[in-house]
């Protein structure tokens, strides 16, 4: 079964803390992204990536950073944790490729800065 | 700019029933749509999709309907069931891909609650 995965479903962080969000797929995608899921926002997007190395701003990168080393894994950093980060976190891959089944996503990280 | 939205933020059918979850987009150079059910908890899961080349699409209790002069899409559920108790998303894309040709652009959910 193909599958994106993400590390934590919960996580509690500090304010000011560096975080670390892992997403990782199986199914040998191109494209990946990550979006954060607020009450009444819906899905933003917030950075994508097509290939490895490369990296696209979204609707709202700020205070994020991505980094995407290899085709699998695409990881969210936040570099310095803020309370308004306090959000669902879902990663997602694309391949881009006929035929198309638009993205597949990850289970989410309910991330709490406190 | 362009938008994919909802007409009704929250659903309530009695179960058995058929659903009918709303969709407008106005992106009329949008030629790839798709539908996607949210669970508490979970993330959103593909349902169906549908090209711009077509009006109409099934799937097993689903139907996707397409109509691009007033640029509207709908989600038929067949015989609601407890389980289908979700949030559905539509999204939309421009260039045909969920990919590099056109990031996928999401409505904000239509909460679907099924009554026993």
């Known amino acids: 079964d193909v599958k994106v995965t993400q590390s934590s479903r919960y996580l509690v962080k500090r304010t000011g803390e560096k975080v670390f969000l892992e997403c990782v797929q199986d199914?040998?995608?191109?494209?990946m992204f990550w979006y954060r899921q607020d009450p009444g926002l819906g899905l933003r997007l917030i950075y994508f990536?097509?290939?490895?190395?490369?990296?696209e701003k979204g609707d709202i990168p700020e205070g994020y950073s991505v980094s995407r080393e290899k085709k699998e894994r695409f990881s969210l950093i936040l570099e310095s944790a803020s309370t308004n980060q306090t959000s669902m976190y879902l990663c997602?891959?694309?391949?881009?490729?006929?035929?198309?089944?638009?993205?597949?996503f990850g289970s989410g990280t309910r991330l709490t800065v406190v | 700019g362009e938008s994919v939205g909802l007409h009704l933020p929250t659903l309530s059918v009695q179960e058995g029933d058929n659903s009918i979850i709303n969709c407008a987009y106005s992106n009329s150079a949008s030629d790839y749509f798709i539908w996607y059910k949210q669970e508490s908890g979970k993330g959103p899961q593909f349902i169906i999709d549908i090209r711009s080349n077509m009006d109409k699409r099934q799937g097993q209790r689903v139907t996707v309907l397409l109509n691009k002069t007033v640029k509207h899409l709908s989600l038929q559920i067949a015989a609601t069931q407890p389980g289908d108790s979700a949030v559905y998303f539509c999204a939309e894309s421009e260039g045909g891909y969920g990919g590099s040709q056109g990031n996928l652009i999401f409505g904000k959910g239509t909460k679907l609650s099924v009554k026993p």
């Open positions: 997602a891959s694309s391949s881009g490729q006929e035929p198309l089944y638009g993205y597949t």
């Open positions: 199914m040998d995608h191109e494209n």
């Open positions: 990536s097509y290939d490895v190395k490369m990296k």
